[in-house]
């Protein structure tokens, strides 16, 4: 655990509102498959661009009141939510690690996932680019910054401390996902209908890669009691047909797995 000055905590906070800013663009774009950095930022109802004193992070939607300066049209409460959320994890990531390698690691984990959890969500949908794509920037990271567990120390004893960690990466993401795939598969087979996405397959890989086996489970057991818990009741409370109700699943894994480098901290 680092004992970060508190002056590097705010400074993370406050790259983490600006880049939770940034984190909205994805959010609403990438299922879109719209370019991320080009055209500005713009209302999706009236399509004008955003000046930049109306694009200040949660100051601007507060000034504003959640409505476009004009169109009137309501921006949604998911906007200064994503920003203060991504502040927030960024803040506890550098209290907990310092400044350092495993905290740029940890805060990128934290920013991929925040994006996964609001486009499993809102559009049922959980992009290649991020899941993919984080995983293979795990897999890199991984080189750098330990991935805990058995695997490496069992097989490979000897070798590089670095190979070690990739190979504890790597067999994570397949224990945490084989069986997963294959009850999955199972179900299907059963029931004639899909139990699981495979963008949630890729989910599990990216946790698996990041977290490390124990972690990693961790991650799906929160995803799997919350999951269970909260989408019986919102079936319940809303009056939805169990039977064709398609829980985000991805949604609950990505807050489950959101937590867990942060756990000392909350």
């Known amino acids: 655990m680092a004992d970060s000055p508190a002056i590097l905590v705010i400074f993370a906070a406050l790259f983490g509102l600006l880049f939770g800013s940034f984190l909205n663009v994805c959010i609403y774009r990438i299922p879109r498959d719209l370019s991320v950095v080009l055209p ?3 209302c999706p109802a009236c399509e004008k661009g955003i000046a930049w004193y109306d694009n200040v992070p949660v100051f601007s939607f507060l000034c504003l009141r959640g409505r476009c300066r004009y169109c009137r049209h309501g921006i949604g409460w998911r906007y200064p939510l994503v920003e203060t959320t991504t502040a927030v994890c960024f803040a506890l990531v550098v209290a907990e690690y310092g400044w350092n390698g495993a905290a740029l690691k940890w805060a990128l984990f934290e920013a991929v996932l925040i994006v996964l959890f609001w ?3 809102e559009e049922r949908i959980l992009p290649d680019e991020l899941t993919v794509g984080g995983t293979v920037a795990g897999l890199l990271l991984a080189f750098f910054v330990t991935v805990p567990g058995p695997f490496g120390v069992w097989l490979l004893s000897a070798t590089h401390p670095a190979w070690l960690s990739l190979l504890n990466s790597v067999l994570a993401a397949g224990v945490l996902t084989l069986p997963i795939a294959f009850v999955a598969w199972l179900y299907s087979r059963v029931r004639h209908r899909e139990g699981l996405g495979l963008g949630d397959l890729k989910l599990l890989l990216l946790l698996g890669v990041f977290l ?5 489970i961790r991650a799906l057991l929160i995803a799997s009691i919350a999951g269970s818990v909260i989408g019986i009741a919102y079936v319940l409370i809303a009056r939805k047909e169990a039977s064709s109700y398609q829980l985000p699943f991805g949604t609950f894994l990505c807050a489950g797995g959101a937590i ?4 000392h901290r909350l």
């Open 40 to 42: 500005r930022s713009f």
């Open 119 to 121: 486009t499993d969500l």
């Open 260 to 263: 867990l480098p942060l756990i």
């Open 212 to 216: 490390g086996i124990e972690d990693g």
